[in-house]
Nanobody
Framework: QVQLVESGGGFVQPGGSLKLSCEAS????????MGWYRQAPGKQRELVAS???????NYLDSVKGRFTISRDNAKNTTYLQMNSLKPEDAALYYC???????????????WGQGTQVTVSS
């Protein structure tokens, strides 16, 4: 069984910063792509940023230059540094990872429980 646990969400004023963390644990043979999604009330979940095992990154256009995704493969952890936060960044942020639990098992996507980010003055 694989678990993803996010942390680091909270309340911040516009222009502020937060750093989210997501650690994968449990039965893990390999972790491939990792990513951060967000979902605001009444909106669809959207991909904010993703990173491959080799460190290739991809970002939502609206966060480019403000957010940075990284990962520590030794710790099975991905991070999302969010700077210059705007009210429109407020959402529930979810971590996602493509994990192969065992050598003979298929890779599948796993989700964390989400961490709330609130941006308001």
């Amino acid at each position: 069984q694989v678990q993803l646990v996010e942390s680091g969400g909270g309340f911040v004023q516009p222009g502020g910063s937060l750093k989210l963390s997501c650690e994968a644990s449990g039965s893990i043979f390999n972790i491939y792509d990792m990513g951060w999604y967000r979902q605001a009330p009444g909106k669809q979940r959207e991909l904010v940023a993703s990173i491959t095992k080799d460190g290739i990154t991809n970002y939502l256009d609206s966060v480019k230059g403000r957010f940075t995704i990284s990962r520590d493969n030794a710790k099975n952890t991905t991070y999302l540094q969010m700077n210059s936060l705007k009210p429109e960044d407020a959402a529930l942020y979810y971590c996602n990872a493509d994990v192969r639990p065992g050598l003979s098992m298929r890779t599948r996507g796993y989700w964390g429980q989400g961490t709330q980010v609130t941006v308001s003055s």
